[in-house]
């Protein structure tokens, strides 16, 4: 158990739809990273939260954005979903600015149908 | 930008063999290098890494890799896989950002070690 915990672990919707996953970071830290993995892009790195404020941005979508409120938790969304959405959403998180080790949760499985 | 290579998709290997599973990286400034492995349906799980001093570092399971900076590779070993060894593996670099020092982890693609009896 890594600590990182992302709900929920299972979502399938439609296209066009608009979805909401949420990650609890290990207690304590306060970098949060989102990231993609599908079977054609690998794990692609979307996006990283650093104490509520964005800090570095990858290959993030504009259909996509995704926050950190004060509790540290954060929150991706995903919207106008599309067929290619269809993957595994990971959320890790570090308490170290560099070098540090990043924990991942299990992921969230998107399908878009 | 750093950018990782991981040459191997995949990796089949009989029970008790050596194995190795190549990384490379391409990066301008220096770098940070990790190893994760993925057990099936689960996340990732840092296996070792190397930041400074000793090239060669090792994980508790038996796995070791070695940073070679003029070859500019982190490759993984284990002289005898088991079973359990089963798993996709990650390689990934970092480096600190100049302006805010924050650090942005790119993976590889990723490579399947498949163990057989």
């Known amino acids: 158990d890594s600590g990182v915990t992302q709900t929920p672990k299972h979502l399938i919707t439609a296209t066009g739809q608009r979805v909401t996953l949420r990650c609890s970071p290990r207690s304590g830290d306060l970098s949060v990273y989102w990231y993609q993995q599908s079977l054609d892009q690998g794990l692609q790195f979307l996006i990283q939260?650093?104490?509520?404020?964005?800090?570095a941005k990858g290959n993030i979508l504009e259909r996509f954005s995704a926050q950190q409120f004060p509790d540290l938790h954060s929150e991706l969304n995903l919207s106008s979903l599309e067929l290619g959405d269809s993957a595994l959403y990971f959320c890790?998180?570090?308490?170290?600015?560099?070098?540090?080790?990043?924990?991942f949760g299990e992921g969230s499985r998107l399908t878009v149908l | 930008a750093q950018s990782v290579t991981q040459l191997d998709s995949q990796v089949p290997v009989f029970e008790e063999a050596p194995v190795e599973l190549r990384c490379n990286y391409s990066s301008s400034v220096s770098v940070y290098l990790f190893w994760y492995v993925q057990y099936p349906n689960q996340g990732l799980q840092l296996l070792l890494k190397?930041?400074?001093?000793?090239?060669l570092v090792e994980s508790i399971n038996g796995f070791e890799a070695e940073f070679n900076k003029s070859q500019t590779s982190f490759h993984l070993r284990k002289p005898s896989v088991h079973i359990s060894d089963t798993a996709e593996y990650f390689c990934?670099?970092?480096?600190?950002?100049?302006?805010?020092?924050?650090?942005?982890?790119?993976f590889g693609t990723g490579t399947r070690l498949l163990v057989s009896p």
């Open positions: 890790a998180s570090s308490t170290r600015l560099e070098g540090g080790e990043l924990f």
């Open positions: 990934a670099v970092s480096a600190p950002r100049q302006d805010t020092g924050f650090q942005k982890l790119v």
């Open positions: 939260y650093y104490n509520g404020e964005e800090r």
């Open positions: 190397y930041l400074s001093g000793s090239t």
